[in-house]
Structure formats: structure tokens, C-alpha cells
């Protein structure tokens, strides 16, 4: 039985998902207030903002990206507790997102190998 209680959608700040546990913004357009963010790939039209001090979902590689561009993200690991993450395939560090085996989610997305990209990963999931 999934652990989601809510998800919300917005359109003021990306898009929202309520667990038991936890808010978890998905490529928000700004530092939300509380909660852990995710971050798919460093795109400007995924990435914002410096996160410093938030807690970060994102490879190592898109943290690298997004510093060269100007926004600091000091606080982030690549996965948690019920959160996995998966290569998206899209550009170096992309990746999709699995929340406690109910919600996928990914930025952007390919699904044919490229030059040193690899297919993009998917995952069932109970939503
Ligand atoms: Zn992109």
C-alpha cells in the first residue's frame, strides 16, 4: 500500500508531493520555504536557483553543472530513504525519480542511447 497521502500539483512553483513523512519539490522554479527538493538535470529551465543549506536530491554531476552556471547546491545526496533515482539519459547527471514506489517522475528524458549517454531507466510504480 503506497505511503502517499497527497499529491499536489502546482503551478506556482513546480510540482509537490506530500508523503506521511515529507514535501519533496520536484525541479521547483524557487528555493522552497521547507521539505526536500529534487533537482532532474542542470537545464536552466529545470535548475533556478543556489540551493545552499537545502536538502538536495541530485547527482553529483548535475551539482557540478549547476555550480559552472552559477547556482551553489552545498547540501544533496543522490538518493534517501524511499527515494531512488535512476538515469534519465537526457544530459550528463540527468536523472528520473522513484518516491516510495509511487510516484516517477523525470525532467527530461531519452529514451535512445547518444554518443556516451546511455537509454534512460524506468521503474514501476504503484500510482
Ligand atoms: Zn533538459
Redesign the pocket.
Known sequence: MSSLKLISFTNSNGIVINTKSRKISLDPDRVPHSGLTFI????L??IHASFDGKEVIASSETVYLARERGFNISNYKEEAEGIQTFDAG??LG?RAVLIDDSVFYT??FALRPRAFLGRGKTSKCDG
Open positions: 532532474s538535470h542542470a537545464h529551465d529545470h537526457h544530459i540527468s525532467g527530461d
